[in-house]
């Protein structure tokens, strides 16, 4: 397949399918990257993974009751009732009895999926639901949905308006509720000191993560929608130091990998979900790469101060495996790390030790 | 367009393949019937899988539990899937030890990613799981999306290690789950003591030199291996329940390690076999989250009505341990009431605690019925009642008297804890604290001790 065939064909030959399906899969990565971002800092990751597969249950039985995918209200409601039951059994698991957290977590997302499971196949004929598209969504269906008119008017595609309005939404409420938001992340002790109602934080969000997930259900499927809440946060965590910073790379790494997953998807031929989050995990690997190498310079440039340190404050040569002593070092690194020095003119390496360039060298009659 | 060669696999697909219980005009009586009559050959391979499929989960899940590691079972559970499509795609066969070695190292794989991802950054533990977890699935979506295209993930059945599906276990499954299950049962018995300490107390383990990270490797190579032969039993989006659902359910029944194996155990058998019967009895049903759905049953049953840890049984013993302190309570107001010879009346009684009247009312009522009062008058006590009243004194005086005396605290600050203590002092006590008393007569406030 040529590289035209992949990067240029969709966007000339086949009319808005493919930006209708670039602009809800960013629509979706978006917002779970910032959902995302405030799971990860409230140690909550599992609880993403958790409360997305709580929802099934819900969904179905929304379908059962509405009897299509077109009530959205019905589905909302499902999925943050089955979502709200599913953090409140993992609460309650796990606050009243003897099992630890990640039991709980094990078993309310697994009996809620399993729930969930067991409803599609009974109702089969009932509803028009696939087992494998709560796995990974099609996101390639949503221009084929119907669209929402306006004055006579197409304007888009109905899940890309309720996933639009989502995106919004959460971007309003987070700017609005920022500061209880960031405190009650980075310091839950000081925030309820302040008076900030922890409990509402939690359940607010459980909320908002169950509506998402629900909203891009038919895109990206209950499990794949996990990577794109930790994926965009997680990079973005290694790279950032700020929130505000890390909300932007989060966002970033979200729309690339949208971009990117579609084309990989073409390229591959398989399902777009998926590639975005293969595509999303590159992006990952480049930022983890990034960390790797500042941790490592960071701590270089650590050490070799400490070395220089070290050698102005004792006098005269130091034997290698005697500074390595004093700073605690182990000695194959610190020979490469004393080579670099001696290049840079930083220091001498004698035969007698490591010294300082502008320290005399003590003569041999001068005994101790 | 190349829109629709993207979304052509989803409607090329054929219908799902044939299941145990899948037959035609079969009603619900005839499929239960067929059940138990064993006729289905496919139905005894399903029922052997699953009970070794419940004894490979149960024995591992127990030491996965203790070690808290059930979202490990859930990211490895999920990351095998694509060590099975890539074995698929590259050798072109459904061949089972292929697969089985694709998944195996496919599940090592995630669990050095993980390891690496939590040395090098400064991720947390669920961070790094919930990563690996999402991208070793979405990977295996890419590859079984791409085969599915060609109609071939279904055609050789590939489609069902993501829910799993009994019915099409072969030999082939079967020698893998029973290996599985020999080799955890081999870990266990073998490496009992060590695994036990490691996994109640892992810095002591430590420092007595055994190879704490060695043991924990091989738990996951253990439990890599249990999940990669379940996989076909149970799919991989749900495995991970098999193993620490039943073991879940067995902690809350008991608390030694040897019965809680066996009873977890015991529930991954029953669940395996329920799954199975209802994925058999009703049709179209996955085996998979019908297993798991009999375990989550399961422990929703144990954690309602445990006998020691149930939820409904907690709640009843608390209630009936209140009832028999506010009846207790009543009874010894009577008594007291009679001994400061004061006029025993309704009014008083309510006075005392500040009870409404019905609530008396009612309390009286029920001591009427265990015998405690006199039957002629209302508010005279019977000898049991009597006998009753006076042990409950005289618990309370004499707690007072050894707080006062043994304890040196306050004569003023004693009667609230004595007025809770006297309801749970046994006869053995009692006896203790007169000896040590050398036999009062009087309490610290000068009330006798009956």
Partial sequence: ????????????????????????????????????????????????????????????????????????????????????????????????????????????????????MVLISVFASRIDLDPDCVLYGELAFIPLRPYLNVLGYDLAPLPVVTMGGVTLALAVLGRLFYRPLLLSSFDPLLGRALGLPAPY???????????????????????????????????????????????????????????LGL???????????????????????????????????????????AILALLEREPGPLEVVELARLGRWEVPPLLTLLGLLEKEGKVLLGPRGVRLPGEEVPSSTQGH | MRFFWLGGWLLARPASAIRIGDLEGANLLEQVQRFFSFSDPALGYALVGSILLGLACGLLGTFVLLRRLSMMGDTLGHSVLPGVVLAFTLTGQKDVVLLLAGACLAGLAASFSVWLLQRTTSLKEDTCMGLVLSTYFALGIVGLTRLSKSGLASQTGLDKFLFGQAAALGG????????????????????????????????????????????????MLAVTFTLVTALQAVGAVLVSAMLVTPAATASLLSTRLPKVLGLAVFFGILSGCLGTFFS???????????????????????????????????????????????????????????????????????????LTLKEVQSRLKTLRRLGYLSDHSCLQLSPKGQDEARRLVRNHRLWELFLTHEAQIAPDHVHRDAEELEHFLSPELVQRLEQRLGHPTLDPHGSPIP
Avoid at chain 1, 280 to 297: D, K, N, Q
Avoid at chain 2, 179 to 186: E, M
Wanted: glycine letters at 8%; a positive charge; proline letters at 2%.
């Fill in chain 1, 201 to 259: 934080v939690h359940y607010a969000l459980m909320v908002a993560l169950s509506i998402t997930v629900v909203s891009a259900f038919e895109a990206v499927g209950a499990v794949l929608v996990v990577a794109m809440l930790i994926l965009p946060a997680a990079s973005a965590f290694l790279l950032a130091q700020r929130l505000p910073t890390m909300l932007g790379l989060a966002s970033l790494h979200a729309f690339l990998s949208s971009l």
């Fill in chain 2, 280 to 354: 058999f009895v009703g049709s179209n049903l996955p085996t998979g989250p019908c297993m798991v759905m009999s375990a989550s049953a399961l422990f929703a049953l144990a954690w309602l009505a445990a006998p020691e840890q149930g939820w409904l049984t907690r709640a009843w013993r608390q209630a009936r341990r209140r009832r028999k302190v506010a009846l207790e309570n009543t009874l010894k107001d009577i008594f007291l009431l009679h001994e400061r010879q004061a006029s025993v009346d309704l009014e008083a009684l309510c006075q005392a605690r500040g």
């Fill in chain 1, 1 to 116: 397949m040529s590289l035209n065939q992949i990067f240029l064909d969709p966007w000339t030959q086949t009319g808005d399918l493919y930006g209708w399906i670039l602009l809800m899969a960013s629509l979706v990565s978006l917002s779970c990257s910032w959902l995302g971002c405030f799971l990860l800092l409230r140690r909550m990751a599992l609880m993403g993974d958790a409360i997305s597969h709580a929802v099934l249950p819900g969904i179905v039985l929304a379908f059962l009751w509405s009897g299509s995918l077109q009530s959205q209200l019905a589905l909302w409601l499902g999925a943050v009732g089955a979502g709200l039951v599913g953090a409140f059994l993992i609460e309650t698991l796990h606050a009243r009895s003897r099992l630890k957290e990640d039991a709980a977590l094990g078993i309310v997302l697994t009996a809620q999926f399993a729930l969930g």
């Fill in chain 2, 172 to 219: 082939g499954d079967l020698l893998g789950l029973g290996l599985a299950a020999l080799l955890n049962l081999a870990l266990v018995v073998l490496l009992y003591k060590e695994m036990k300490l490691v996994a109640f107390d892992a810095d002591f383990a430590r420092s007595l030199g055994l190879p704490v990270q060695a043991l924990h490797g091989l738990l």
């Fill in chain 1, 263 to 305: 084309h990989l998807a073409i390229a591959l031929d398989c399902s777009i979900a998926a590639a975005m989050v293969v595509a999303g995990a590159g992006l990952f690997g480049i930022c983890w790469i990034f960390a790797l190498l500042r941790r490592r310079t960071g701590r270089l440039s650590v050490q070799r101060q």
